[in-house]
């Protein structure tokens, strides 16, 4: 089981939380920023002895989300494969997925609009992810329960995985559950309250019944050579 928060960046996570992810109200730190925001994400996860998943920042041109060991030591950083028409003019595209290995399961930070592609997150689960972190930035005139849906929830359905969304307008933590109906699939419903705490089980049989299900009707061959000329 895996404790899971949702915070304010750099508010104290609840007692008992083993990892935290920040939900962030900003579109993105500025890259000239980014060196302050992830050491104290870095003193962060030291103080409170959890993995923390970042709030996007801009570095070496790539809108970025980081992943954070208990020691401060930083795991990886996923940058944005896929960038919304504000940003494609300022920032860069990255081809690169990378996947962490957890004391709970494999992890996938799914940054930004990467939470709409489906080979995204086709890739990162036929490697194993089952919990997908996905943050958002979306304006308040775009957002609505249609955004939740054809993102966070469409992943959570289609790939038999957990998935934590935070954007500045709400939060929530869905599983893809075989044979549920929608309100069953939050786990934590659409809300604004932080910090919260969640136990999740990454291996919820229902969960895995439905990616087994899925997985089935795959055809390997196909994801392995996209996954190859993709260089993933």
Avoid: W
């Avoid at 730190?29 to 996007?56: D, Q, W």
């Avoid at 969640?198 to 009707?217: C, F, T, V």
Wanted: proline share 5%; hydrophobic share 40%; aromatic share 10%.
């Amino acid at each position: 089981m895996l404790s899971l928060g949702l915070t304010q960046p750099f508010q104290p996570p609840l007692e008992g939380t083993q990892m935290v992810v920040f939900s962030d109200i900003k579109n993105y730190t500025a890259e000239y920023e980014a060196p302050r925001y992830i050491k104290k994400c870095i003193n962060y996860a030291k103080e409170y002895n959890v993995y923390l998943v970042t709030g996007r920042f801009v570095a070496t041109n790539f809108l970025c989300m980081a992943f954070i060991g208990p020691d401060g030591q930083v795991i990886g950083v996923q940058r944005a494969t896929h960038l919304n028409l504000t940003y494609q003019t300022a920032l860069k595209r990255s081809t690169d997925l990378d996947l962490y290995d957890t004391p709970f399961g494999r992890i996938f930070l799914c940054v930004d609009v990467d939470i709409y592609h489906p080979e995204v997150l086709r890739s990162a689960v036929m490697r194993g992810a089952k919990l997908i972190i996905s943050s958002q930035y979306i304006e308040f005139v775009d957002y609505g329960m249609h955004t939740i849906l054809q993102g966070a929830y469409n992943a959570a359905m289609s790939y038999g995985a957990t998935v934590v969304n935070v954007n500045n307008n709400s939060r929530c933590i869905l599983a893809g559950k075989e044979t549920a109906r929608r309100e069953e699939q939050f786990l934590l419903p659409l809300g604004t309250d932080l910090p919260v705490m969640l136990s999740i089980d990454l291996d919820d049989p229902a969960i895995m019944a439905r990616r087994s299900k899925l997985e089935q009707g795959c055809r390997p061959d196909v994801y392995r050579a996209y996954a190859a000329e993709l260089e993933r």
